[in-house]
Structures are given as C-alpha cells and as structure tokens.
C-alpha cells in the first residue's frame, strides 16, 4: 500500500484564487462529461459502482444515499457539503478547502445535477471563517465560468457547535435553530432541510466525485479493500515528528502511517477517528485502515510513552460533555457521569464500584443514545478499560 | 402527515436567517443585547425565547459584553500534548485575567475553546477570526502587542 493523490491531486498544484490553473487540470471536465447526455441514473450508478462510501467518519454509501434523494418526486431538493470539520485532531478538509476549492464546487455541481437540486450550501465551520473569501471567490469565478449556470452555491457559516457536523444538527443550523439533533427516520435523502430530499457530503466525500465521473467508477473502485475503495485523508497529530495531512489507500496500515510517514518514535497508543474513536495500544498498530477495522475522520492523535491513559481520556470526556447537544437524557446525564468518575480516576483517586459504573454508563450509552456523539462517546473509555485496565485498578488501590 | 410537517417547515422558513443575523449583531456590536434578541424575534416572526435559545447555544455568540478583542485558546487534546497549559498561563500572565473574564479597560476577552482545525501547528489560539499557530510564550506577548 502507498500514499495516492486522489483527493489531493491538486493541492499545492493549483492556485486556489485561480480557476484557469484548475482548468488547467481538467477542472470541470467531469461536470461537462456528466450534463452532456450522461442520465441522471448512470452518474449514481457510476458512484454505486466506484463504492465510495462517506469520509466524514459514518462510511454509509454515497451511491446509495444519492439515489434515495434522485428517487424522490419532489421539486425542491438540497445538496449540502460538511464543512463543520470540528473533530478533534482532524484539519483535512482545511488544508483541502485552502488549496483546492474547485474541486468541491464541481462535485457539488455534479451532485446537484445527479439528484436534481438547484442549490447547495457549504456549512463551514466558524472557526475557518478566514476561507470565507476564498470559497466566496472560487463560486465567483465558478459562475463567470458558467459552471454554475444550473446550481447555485451559498454559504452557510456555523457559529462555534461541534455537534453541528452531525448532520442533523447541521440542517436544524442551516434553519436558523439550535443545532440539535433530529430523530431519524426520517432519513435527509427522504425529507432533510427544510424537510425536503437532502444529501449530506463530507468535504472529503465530494472532492472524490469528479474524478470518479472523469475516469469511471471502475478504476475507482480498482483501489482499497473489499469494503473500502479509494484512497482516505489522513489528519496526523500528536507526538510525532511530521504532523500533517497523508493521503494513503485505503488498507494500509496504521503504523505505515505513524511511523513510516509521521515519524513517530516510541508509540504508547494511537487514537484513530476523533475524540470518540477507538484507543489502539501499539500492539496493535499493523491494523489496516479501512471501513473493515478503524477509520472515522481519519483523525489521527499519537500519544508516546510519557502519556497517561486516564488523563487523554478524561480530557476526551470532558470535550464530548461540553459539546453534548443535551438533546438526549443517556449523552447529556452519560458524558456529565463518565467525567465526574474519569476526574476522580485522573486526580489519583478511583472507587471500587467506578469501572463497573464506567461500562454499565457505557453500554447505556451506545445502546440509547439519539446520534453518533452519544452511541460513540464511550468508546475511548470501554477500549482504554479493555488494554489498560490496570491503570485504572493500581489507582484504586492506591486510594 | 407529510402535508402537515410541510407546511410548518415553510411557515418556519424566516428562520433561516436568524444565525446570520445575530452574527452580524454579534461583529457590530460585540455581544447580543436583550434589545437585539428582542428586534430580532420581531423582524423574523420568531419568539423571544428561540432567539435566546440559538443565541445561547453557540459559542461563538455571547449574551454579555466582550472585549475588542476575543482571544480563544484550543484546550484540545493535540494542543495538549504540545503544552498549551504553558500558553494559557502566559496569557493569564499578560493580560491579567482567567478563561471567562474581561479586562477592566475591554481589551481582551479570554476564552478556552475545543479544537480549532489545526492540529499539525499546535499549540494554537484564535483572536478575533485570525488563526495563530506554533505558539511559544515569547510570541505571545508580540502577538498580544500587536491587537489595540
């Protein structure tokens, strides 16, 4: 396995201020391929065939979620692009957005046409309000082009709400209302903003859509593993020499990635995905990243051998709390438990019953909460109690 | 059941710019007073109390008056690693104030943030919508310097 440019095949190529450079590259030859005489149904059956499936950590099939939104009889539909990269540990779509914005608008364009949308927002985070302009040029010129002569973009900032790159809570933004989630179904493709068909991309999902146009799902779907084609930008953090973003094919393995390419020396434990993903000690670090194994985000946070376990993750727990919706009793009273008894553990103390209490929150959690923030918060806590779990113990004896 | 829901999105639908309306409120004049919450229900047809509701869910909005300039520091875990309690004491140092204060001249409102999307250039902060990145207390006062 190696690292491909797919994604970021023209990042650091193009001018991001310039589209005749992206022109240059074959820009906005897959969006012409796709209007001139491609039905809507062969571009979703070339993204069914490619099996690209969704970046932004869920990994459900864009295919499949483009075609349930085309199905629909409906006038009005949206398209939205992720732009809330708000992960902790995850910077790709920045660095994707800064370099390369043309590309974006191009899937969007390509997918408005595919499901049948006239508009499309980019919901970027407040935090990246500094590539307001920039975006704001790209679709400038994207018009002046014609480009967009049949889909019309805005842009939607956020206002500082992890949760709001759930997707549901993202759309209750877009609406103007408190980022909170929806209980689902319905599903976006079937009634999302506005309650009207939607799809959600990632950033990240979408840059991978004109070259799947240009040159076939086929080839696509030639790269990865049995359940993940492509490629998967990785965002590496931590304690490593060479943080940064890799792009790599999917299957690779993790510690290609950490030591191979970052650098890392002396590896305690790796937290792949986020603040709620997965803990892997460094026994474990041959394991591919794939949809099969470990993925999310692709956020990757390094931890050497001075780090304390307990300390990563009350600080992890303490993020989700604070960034909890408060929609939902078992995320908004678990995460508020979990960091009380995870405090406890971290100031050097720990009682008899807290890891019991620890994995029956857990499972309470995962098993009722309403997203992906509540069902996965837990995670970090069940994996550092499942490979470290005398650390937890030596400090309750210690008390 | 569908028809119904439709309708109600649609009667909803002036909603859509109330994020952006209080952001604009928010830069004009630095945080939300109880007037602009109020003028806005007004202008959108909302209630005060959803006004209030959006306005106090995101952090990005404050409710109270904010220094000229908002400084965020990430508290993050990758800025962690890479010592960024050493730049918020040094800021707390400089400017004399904890997370969550005010200076008394209004210069500097300080706030801990969660990540900021640029992990790879830890320890990092925001002041205003500017990014700062591989941050050392010596730059710090430079940068703080730099804002009036």
């Not at chain 1, 779509?93 to 046409?113: N, S, V, W």
């Not at chain 1, 976006?188 to 999902?205: D, Q």
């Not at chain 1, 678990?334 to 995870?342: N, P, Y």
């Not at chain 1, 019953?353 to 029956?360: M, N």
Request: aromatic share 8%.
């Amino acid at each position: 396995m190696a690292q491909q440019r797919i994604v970021l095949r023209n990042c650091g190529v193009i001018d991001p201020m310039q589209i005749s450079t992206y022109l240059d590259r074959d820009g906005f030859k897959a969006l012409k391929k796709a209007l001139a005489g491609v039905t809507q149904e062969q571009i979703i059956d070339e993204i069914k065939l490619s099996g690209l499936r969704g970046r932004g950590g869920a990994g459900f099939p864009c295919g499949l979620k483009w075609e349930l939104a085309g199905k629909a009889q409906v006038d009005e539909k949206y398209v939205i692009c992720n732009a809330d990269e708000g992960e902790i540990g995850t910077f790709k779509d920045r660095y994707i957005l800064e370099r390369d914005p043309f590309t974006l608008i191009e899937a969007m364009a390509i997918a408005g046409y595919a499901i049948g949308a006239k508009r499309g927002y980019i919901y970027l985070r407040a935090e990246y309000h500094c590539l307001l302009d920039l975006l704001k040029n790209a679709i400038g010129q994207a018009k002046e082009g014609g480009f967009l002569d049949q889909f019309d973009i805005d842009i939607r900032e956020g206002a500082g709400a992890y949760i709001c790159g759930e997707e549901s809570a993202l759309m209750d933004s877009i609406e103007g209302k408190r980022g909170e989630v929806r209980y689902r179904p319905p599903f976006p493709p079937s009634r999302g903003l506005w309650g009207k068909p939607t799809i959600i991309n990632n950033v990240e999902t979408l840059m991978n859509i004109p070259q799947i146009i240009f040159n076939g799902g086929h080839w696509f779907s030639q790269l990865g593993t049995e359940q993940s084609k492509g490629t998967k930008v990785f965002s590496v953090s931590g304690d490593v020499k060479k943080p940064g973003v890799y792009e790599l094919v999917l299957g690779s393995r993790l510690r290609e990635l950490v030591e191979g390419l970052a650098l890392a020396e002396k590896v305690k434990m790796v937290q792949v995905g986020g603040a709620t993903g997965r803990i892997i000690p460094y026994e474990m670090i041959d394991m591919p990243l794939a949809f099969e194994s470990i993925l999310g985000a692709g956020a990757i946070i390094v931890f050497n051998e001075t780090r304390d376990i307990i300390d990563i993750v009350y600080r992890v727990m303490e993020f989700l709390a604070e960034e909890c919706c408060g929609k939902c009793t078992p995320c908004r009273e678990g995460t508020e438990v979990m960091v009380e008894i995870l405090e406890r553990f971290s100031r050097g103390g720990g009682l008899e019953t807290d890891i019991s209490l620890l994995e029956e929150v857990a499972s309470a959690m995962m098993l009722s909460s309403l997203c992906g923030l509540g069902q996965a918060a837990p995670i970090p806590v069940v994996n550092s109690l499942q490979y470290f779990r005398s650390v937890y113990e030596n400090r309750i004896r210690q008390n | 059941m569908n028809k119904i829901n439709g309708e109600i999105y649609m009667q909803n639908k002036e909603q859509k710019e109330l994020l952006v309306r209080l952001g604009e409120a928010q830069n004009k004049f630095g945080y939300l007073s109880e007037k602009v919450m109020i003028e806005l229900a007004e202008s959108l047809d909302m209630s005060i109390s959803d006004v209030y509701g959006v306005a106090t869910f995101y952090s990005f909005f404050s409710i109270r008056p904010q220094g000229r300039n908002i400084i965020r520091i990430c508290k993050s875990v990758p800025c962690f690693l890479k010592n960024s309690q050493v730049i918020i004491e040094t800021v707390e140092k400089e400017i004399g104030i904890k997370p969550g204060e005010t200076t008394p001249n209004g210069k500097f409102s300080f706030h801990l943030t969660n990540c900021i999307g640029v992990c790879d250039k830890a320890p990092a902060m925001m002041i205003n919508s500017e990014v700062y990145i591989d941050l050392t207390p010596n730059k710090i006062s430079q940068i703080l310097k730099a804002h009036k």
